[in-house]
């Protein structure tokens, strides 16, 4: 499995970025993506989820308004769309794929909604997003 993320740029205040990660290799639909954020100082932190089987979404409360996950499932491609980022957003964003089969799916997407996922199968490199005026 690889994951080629892309989008990450510096932006002022108010402005928008698009982060892209197109995953390859999946062998099911049994799998979760999330987009995670390491900001400085901080752990990294899981900000969105979205299943594999069925594209339902999880986005952290602190971030629900401003930022949207979606994917085009033919390309097994997801992005998070950022919009109104303020420079408490700045940070290393990385795409991670959790796979199996079974309760797997459902399993990682609790963790994702009650904040404790930490554990994945396969990372992205990181993009790097700055926000600053």
């Known amino acids: 499995v690889q994951l080629v993320e892309s989008g990450g740029g510096s932006v002022q205040p108010g402005g928008s970025l698009r982060l892209s990660c197109t995953v390859s290799?999946?062998?099911?639909?049994?799998?979760?993506i999330s987009w995670f954020r390491q900001t400085p100082g901080q752990e990294r932190k899981a900000v969105s989820c979205?299943?594999?089987?069925?594209?339902?979404?999880y986005t952290v409360g602190s971030v629900k308004d401003r930022f949207i996950m979606s994917r085009n499932k033919t390309e097994t491609t997801v992005y998070l769309q950022m919009n109104d980022l303020t420079p408490e957003d700045t940070g290393v964003y990385y795409c991670?794929?959790?796979?199996?089969?079974?309760?797997?799916?459902?399993?990682?997407?609790?963790?994702?909604?009650?904040?404790?996922?930490?554990?994945?199968?396969?990372w992205g490199k990181g993009t790097q997003v700055t926000v600053s005026p």
């Open positions: 991670a794929v959790g796979t199996g089969a079974g309760p797997y799916e459902a399993h990682v997407f609790r963790l994702c909604a009650r904040g404790e996922l930490q554990e994945m199968d396969y």
């Open positions: 290799g999946l062998s099911s639909d049994s799998y979760l």
């Open positions: 979205i299943k594999g089987s069925d594209g339902f979404t």
